[in-house]
């Protein structure tokens, strides 16, 4: 069920290659063809998944392995958000992503170089091949979100970052589990927690991850369908509920002002290294919930976007359900999620299962209006929350852009008040 | 070096007219040039009503040249790029005059040279006697003082001199000024009131008639 | 001012308009010339910036290091520690399509995305700067509108082998389109490319670069685990100094961190010597400019002298008739210098191609395809010209002023006073050359007292010009006793000093200059040619074809050099690696040499004895360098200076054991044992090899074998010495094309001027000519006349301008060249140089006095008789 959601993070990933092809053009000297596409675009014309594996049929999940990467996949992510609380009670929301996108199937190099070279001399060719060949060669890349709302100052920033997976910049392994950009990291550690360390000038984290379930597989047995077209699916499971605990450090990024000048300087010291020792650093403790996806697909020819929530209720129940929408914006049969409850069992959720009113909107600086409060019910559950974002901006300063916020969850299940804390993702609102 | 002119004693009213003759090198030209404050005397004096213009200095003699004297020369000396009334609008603006009042007396004078029908055309389509009446309305248009005329017909024919000459007397004495005309034409230096013979550097009443045969 | 005074002035002027557009065109050319220059000489700088711009976008510091490059695990680290200073790896370097140069830079997108990024969080400023940059970033295309776009081109530029993108117009000058394979060569290797995209931004710059991944780049280059540098980002504040500071302390022993651009832009100074002449030859143009506007001017007075008696007897004060004659010349200057700025906008663009041709033979490459106006230069270039005009005029209007209020002075009079105003040139003159002379005994470096005394000079044999032209007029009336017509016509030149003396001295001017560079040129042609010929003991030299000196990539292959040097029938080689190191004193050229005693007879130490020699090289052998003579004019070093360079392990100091002769490179380099170099810069290339053959063998079956033996593998260039010898003087006469264009330029303007001068003065005897044409002259005869004074006043300029030429050229080549090079040229004189200034002499005062003649002979006698 959660493939549809994995669809979506597909679909993210894909823009962010495009927001890096952008990125080229700004910073190198390209053009106006490489301005943005939009992602949905690229992934329904399908750039080509031949010479990938497909999700295609439900498949065993191993774990520690399964949490490593999947490079037959075309493209795959990490997707950890959660909530934070200082000692004093300050809040914080999080997101931390990674994703990895094939460009092209493994061994597809080698098919091409030998093509070029009988273009070429065929001796250059082969010294090219032999020992002169770049590091730098790369099949996939690796691409990063970092976002934290900070509830108490009512500010929120996000910071991507991008790198190909050669030369150490970025990549993943299964053992020990270990995925990384640059810096940011999420890796295994001796005792078997994770450690999550990611950050900007403004924001940085140093956060040991406990996980407190078994991964839940979403949609089939952890096949996760996303359109009527075979292939259109994923490999799709959660953790809802992972322990955190560890630090925030706040920071000042340069030139927005002078006193902060020093702190700035340290700050940056500190995120290579453990971080620790910062004057402005917060201990912090809280719940975090991860989302892991792997595929080759694309998305149907209608799909324009979707709302994803994951909610993490105060007696230990998950919920997670994403809504696929069509160009109109009318909700997809595809539509799916999962209830988790407070054993851990997972219960998969189709789309007539769920009912969603959105009680408000917020419109972006840049136009862009967005769902900003919604009425959750699910009745064969018992189950009617309202989900409120603490910040209404808690959009990416992407390209394109997407929201996701932290938010609070309050309401009934089974007629007994609960609350809770939540995040939700909209995507295919802005930049189109 | 040596004296052209020596002891000139030369005094002239308003209105009045004087001729001076001689033979060539005798120091007319000089002369002219002295009353004009083009060159300035070695010694004595040369005043124009009150004014001790020999010991003026430029650019003040200029400046007194522009609102006082008037020039007449035997070649017309006209600005062969300017029209008949530039020509004489010219002198008034060198004056500082200009506007519709200079344009209007220009206009006044040139008719009364009778050519101001010939205004806007350009000098050389004109006759001699044409050219010297224009410079003579350029001599006059910004009312001098006095008026130098150096052999104003010697370029011309006997008829046309013959109108001439009244024309010129006749408008220096209508606006008071004086007028020293430096001349071989006996017509013309019998027309004037006065009538010197420069000799030696000297002026003399002339010697009778047998002195120019 | 009297508006009639205006009228008549202006109707004057145009009632003449032979006259007043033969100055315009002159003074146009002046100020054309100026601006050419200015024009071609910033665009080639700009071309350049701009390339690094396109380059760098917008970095404010870069990591660099010397010739082998930077190890990119240093990237790697400074991205992982550091990713808010936004690192950006380049790897830079030549290649050759087809026979074009290129730029070629790898880059890895994804860092400078990650740069733009941290770009984007630092407010709305950093935003400003982006979308100056040109990124997209607001702008979202309509859906459905754009291509598959980023991913997939991402997907090329990462994955297709010989990926690359280039400017959009140069793309359609190579006939490529998007998706098309084409050959490239680095450093000789042949390799395919394929375009996945173009610019099509058309932004300055981008022309002759060529962008590909990284990956690409190391491996075209042959530069695997290499970078040339690393951009980086850092806030301009305390807290950006600090982070760069403390980076700059952790850097390995050899890499520097500075403001980006600093070290290329150090290339620049190169081609300022090469600026400095072409600016020298341009005043030059404007300075017979000054000649032709005084001759103007002064005619314009001359000629209305009896209109400024009468308007001074009218009351027209001096400084009336003063500003009347400036006001006149400032419209002319004015006129003439926006004409010239035009002409100069045009012409500019044909000095372009020259310029940057120079550039990319002796420098750097640079696509120079955009024009710029450097709007001060082109300001000061009008400013010039209107200055030159009303120095011009200072003198004919104090004349004006001088005129006194009566009829005019006759000819004569004026005539009395040219001549003794030509008496009193001759002193000036003298006062001027004793000028030169002192400034040249008094200065040792400035290349611009160097210039002041070359003008000073050349002023000298202006001044001096119409005093000759009087006496040897006269002296040839005398002479012509017997010929009438030869007496009038000489007489007349001599009469008519005030029209015929400043026309001759300006041509005078221009045969100078053109003797003086003239002469350079071929002493400066015979000096390298010697030098060539003593240097080059080899018979033949290999090395690897490609543009830009000294880069990196262009090195012979290991298995291609082993290969070359096993061919039977080579006594012996020399392996030679050149490279550009930094220095505290900027970038240093570096041929690092394998030491062989042959080597000794080839390469001549300035000013060494016997055995001051020996120890030289015994020094040498041990680590000491040799410095071509002009680096060590441009760093005042000499023997036992210690040269302070930029190694793979930190800076060093390199003792300078002696000088020796360079022509080769205007900036001269450093001569060094290739085992020296390698030991402290870590670098085994070979950029050539020079082969002595094996008495008896024959050298075509060695060239052929050595094709051989590199074929397949990279491109080589096979040269015998007489090869090298031809491509040099080749490459030397191409950067002397564009002096040779100038001083044609400077004898068209002095042959104008001569033309101007001759209508003034004809109008002035037109009488004259009517008397003579009535007596009898034939309208052959009247034309004839007056060529053969034409001809007559061209051939004085050129004995006026030939000892004045030959002290110019002696000038040009012990002091301009001194200063500006520092070499040392000895002074070839050929008497095809003094013959091709007769020439020019007799043909451009022929040239100018065809139209007077012409007009002359038309006139009908009454026409000139009417003229007063």
Redesign the interface.
């Known amino acids: 069920m959660l493939s549809a959601a994995n669809r979506m993070r597909a679909r993210r990933g894909a823009r962010r290659c495009a927001a890096a092809g952008a990125f080229i053009s700004g910073a190198i000297l390209l053009t106006a063809a490489w301005a943005a596409p939009s992602p949905l675009e690229v992934l329904r014309s399908g750039a080509s998944d031949r010479g990938f594996e497909r999700a295609e049929s439900v498949r065993a999940f191993a774990f520690p392995q399964d949490h490593g990467p999947h490079p037959s996949f075309r493209h795959e992510w990490w997707y950890f958000t959660g909530h934070l609380q200082a000692r004093d009670g300050e809040r914080f929301g999080f997101e931390v992503t990674f994703f990895r996108v094939a460009l092209a199937p493994a061994g597809a190099e080698t098919r091409e170089s030998a093509e070029a070279s009988t273009a070429g001399e065929s001796t250059v060719g082969e010294s090219v091949a032999g020992e002169s060949v770049s590091q730098w060669r790369a099949r996939q890349i690796y691409v990063a979100h970092f976002a934290v709302t900070d509830i108490g100052r009512r500010k929120f920033d996000s910071t991507q970052r991008v790198a190909r997976d050669a030369l150490g910049l970025s990549g993943a392994q299964s053992s020990p589990f270990r995925v990384w950009l640059g810096g940011w990291s999420v890796a295994a550690q001796d005792d078997g927690n994770w450690r999550l360390r990611a950050g900007d000038c403004a924001y940085r984290l140093d956060l040991r991850l406990h996980p407190l379930l078994p991964p839940v597989l979403n949609g089939d047995r952890g096949l996760s369908v996303k359109s009527d077209e075979p292939g259109n699916a994923s490999y799709y499971y959660s953790i809802p509920r992972i322990a955190v605990e560890g630090e925030i450090v706040r920071g000042v990024c340069p030139g927005r002002s002078a006193e902060a000048v020093g702190e700035q300087a340290s700050g940056e010291q500190a995120i290579g290294e453990q971080g620790g020792g910062a004057a402005r650093s917060l201990d912090v403790h809280g719940n975090a919930w991860l989302d892991r996806e792997w595929g080759s697909g694309s998305l149907g020819a209608h799909q324009a976007g979707w709302d994803w929530f994951a909610l993490q209720l105060a007696d230990g129940s998950a919920l997670m359900f994403y809504a696929l929408r069509d160009e109109h914006g009318a909700p997809d049969r595809h539509s799916a999620g999962t209830w988790v409850d407070r054993s851990g069992r997972a219960h998969a959720l189709v789309s007539r299962d769920v009912h969603i009113e959105v009680v408000d909107h917020w419109t972006s600086p840049d136009g862009a209006r967005y769902p900003s409060r919604w009425r959750l019910s699910v009745p064969s559950l018992g189950l009617d929350v309202s989900a409120v974002p603490v910040l209404a901006d808690q959009e990416l300063e992407t390209t394109p852009r997407y929201w996701e916020g932290d938010v609070d969850v309050g309401g009934t299940l089974n007629g007994k008040p609960i609350s809770g804390e939540g995040y939700v993702e909209l995507v295919g609102y802005a930049g189109r | 070096m040596h004296a052209v002119l020596d002891e000139v004693d030369l005094e002239l009213q308003s209105g009045a007219s004087a001729a001076i003759v001689g033979r060539s090198g005798s120091g007319k030209?000089t002369l002219l040039?002295l009353l004009?404050g083009?060159d300035r005397p070695d010694g004595g004096t040369i005043e124009l009503d009150g004014r001790e213009i020999g010991q003026l200095r430029?650019?003040a003699r200029?400046?007194l040249?522009?609102?006082s004297?008037g020039?007449v020369?035997q070649?017309f000396?006209l600005?062969?790029?300017?029209s008949v009334e530039?020509n004489v609008?010219?002198?008034l603006?060198?004056?500082g005059m200009?506007g519709a009042q200079a344009r209007h007396r220009t206009r006044g004078l040139l008719d009364r040279v009778g050519l101001g029908s010939r205004a806007a055309s350009t000098v050389d389509m004109l006759s001699g006697g044409e050219q010297q009446r224009v410079a003579i309305a350029?001599a006059l248009v910004h009312e001098p003082r006095l008026v130098l005329a150096d052999e104003p017909t010697g370029n011309l024919d006997e008829a046309t001199a013959r109108e001439i000459v009244p024309l010129l007397t006749e408008l220096v004495r209508e606006r008071e000024a004086m007028l020293i005309v430096v001349t071989h034409d006996r017509a013309l230096a019998a027309a004037a009131d006065r009538v010197w013979e420069l000799r030696d550097g000297r002026l003399h009443e002339p010697q009778g008639s047998s002195e120019g045969a | 001012m009297?508006?009639?005074?205006w009228?008549?002035s202006a109707?004057?002027l145009l009632?003449r308009p032979a006259q007043l557009i033969l100055a315009l065109i002159g003074l146009a050319l002046g100020v054309a010339t100026i601006t050419a220059v200015d024009i071609a000489t910033a665009s080639a700088n700009r071309a350049f910036e701009l390339s690094l711009d396109a380059v760098s976008g917008p970095a404010t510091n870069e990591i660099t290091a010397g010739p082998a490059g930077l190890d990119e695990q240093l990237y790697i680290s400074i991205a992982l520690r550091e990713p808010e200073l936004a690192p950006v790896p380049l790897l830079e370097g030549y290649v050759t399509i087809g026979d074009e140069a290129f730029q070629l830079v790898g880059v890895d997108p994804l860092a400078a995305a990650n740069a733009s990024a941290e770009r984007a969080a630092d407010g709305p400023q950093a935003i400003g700067t982006l979308q100056a940059a040109g990124a997209p970033r607001a702008q979202q295309p309509a859906p459905g509108t754009e291509a598959l776009g980023g991913l997939d081109e991402l997907r090329r530029w990462l994955t297709e082998p010989g990926a690359a993108i280039m400017a959009a117009s140069s793309a359609r000058r190579l006939g490529l389109t998007v998706g098309s394979r084409f050959e490239i060569a680095a450093g000789g290797r042949p390799f395919t490319a394929v375009l996945i995209a173009e610019d099509a931004s058309g932004l300055p710059g981008r022309e002759g670069l060529i962008l590909t991944d990284i990956a690409q780049a190391q491996e075209w280059l042959g530069a695997r685990g290499r970078l040339s540098s690393i951009e980086l980002r850092a806030p301009r504040d305390a807290a950006g100094l600090a982070a760069l500071t403390e980076l700059r302390a952790q850097l390995p022993h050899g890499v520097e961190l500075q403001p980006v651009g600093r070290r290329s832009r150090t290339n620049l100074d190169m081609t300022r010597a090469f600026a400095t002449n072409l600016h020298a030859m341009s005043l030059l143009a404007l300075l017979v400019g000054l000649f032709l506007i005084y001759g103007a001017v002064s005619f314009a007075v001359l000629q209305r002298r009896?209109?400024f008696?009468?308007?001074?007897?009218?009351?027209?004060?001096?400084?009336?008739i003063v500003r009347l004659v400036m006001l006149e010349s400032l419209l002319l200057g004015v006129a003439g210098a926006l004409l010239g700025l035009g002409a100069g906008v045009a012409l500019g663009r044909v000095l372009i191609a020259l310029v940057s041709r120079t550039i990319n033979d002796l420098y750097f490459v640079v696509a120079v395809n955009t024009v710029a106006l450097p709007h001060g230069a082109l300001a000061t270039a009008v400013g010039a010209g209107v200055v030159t005009a009303l120095l011009a005029a200072v003198l004919p209007a104090w004349e004006a002023a001088r005129i006194?209020?009566?009829?005019g002075l006759k000819r004569s009079t004026l005539e009395v006073r040219a001549a003794a105003i030509a008496r009193a040139l001759v002193l000036a003159s003298v006062v001027f050359a004793l000028g030169s002379g002192a400034i040249v005994l008094m200065t040792s470096r400035s290349l611009l007292a160097g210039f002041v005394a070359l003008f000073l000079l050349l002023l000298a044999v202006a001044g001096v010009t119409p005093a000759l032209l009087g006496a040897v007029a006269q002296a040839g009336a005398r002479v012509c006793r017997r010929s009438p017509v030869g007496r009038l016509a000489l007489g007349g030149v001599a009469s008519s000093l005030s029209r015929t003396g400043v026309a001759v001295a300006s041509l005078g001017l221009a045969i100078a200059a053109m003797i003086g560079v003239s002469v350079m040129v071929g002493s400066f042609r015979d000096s390298l040619h010697e030098w060539l010929i003593r240097t080059m003991r080899a018979d033949l030299y290999v090395t690897v074809p490609g543009p830009g000196f000294g880069r990196p990539e262009r090195r012979i292959e290991p298995r291609v050099l082993a290969a070359l040097t096993s061919v039977p029938g080579i006594a012996h080689f020399t392996a030679t690696r050149n490279a550009i190191v930094d220095s505290p004193r900027g970038p240093i050229s570096i041929a690092a040499v394998s030491f062989t005693p042959q080597m000794q007879t080839g390469i001549e130490l300035v000013g060494e004895r016997d055995r001051a020699a020996r120890e030289a090289w015994e020094a040498f052998a041990h680590g000491a360098v040799f410095m071509a003579e002009p680096l060590a004019w441009r760093l005042d070093m000499h023997r036992g200076s210690s040269l302070t360079l930029e190694t793979a392990s930190g800076a060093r100091r390199f003792e300078v054991a002696g000088l020796y002769r360079e022509y080769g490179n205007g900036r001269g380099g450093v001569l060094m044992d290739r085992d020296v170099y390698r030991h402290w810069w870590g670098d085994e290339g070979v950029s050539s090899v020079s082969l002595s053959l094996a008495q008896g063998v024959e050298p075509a079956d060695v060239v052929a074998a050595l094709r051989r033996a590199a074929a397949g593998h990279q491109a080589i260039f096979i040269g015998s010495n007489a090869d090298i010898l031809a491509l040099s003087m080749s490459i030397f006469d191409r950067t002397f094309v564009i002096t040779r264009v100038l001083y044609w330029l400077a004898a068209g303007v002095a042959a104008i001027g001569l033309t101007s001068s001759l209508l003034a003065w004809e109008l002035e005897r037109a009488r004259e000519l009517g008397v003579l044409r009535s007596l009898g002259l034939t309208p052959g005869g009247a034309a004839a006349l007056i060529e053969a004074q034409t001809i007559f006043m061209g051939l004085v300029a050129f004995v006026a301008a030939v000892p004045a030429g030959l002290l110019a050229a002696e000038l040009l080549v012990t002091v301009i060249n001194r200063r500006a090079f520092g070499w040392l040229i000895d002074f070839h004189l050929q008497g095809a140089q003094l013959a091709n200034a007769l020439w020019l002499a007799v043909a451009a005062a022929a040239a100018a006095g065809v139209y007077p003649a012409w007009r002359s002979a038309r006139a009908s006698i009454a026409a000139h008789l009417r003229e007063e």
Do not use: C, D, W
């Not at chain 2, 600005?79 to 300017?82: A, S, Y």
């Open positions: 030209s040039n004009s083009i430029e650019p200029t400046v040249r522009r609102e004297i020039f020369y070649f000396n600005i062969p790029t300017l530039e609008l010219l002198a603006e060198l004056k200009r350029r | 009297s508006r009639t005074l009228a008549a109707r004057h009632r009896r209109t008696a009468v308007l001074r007897a009218l009351g027209a004060t001096r400084l009336e006194e209020p009566q009829l």
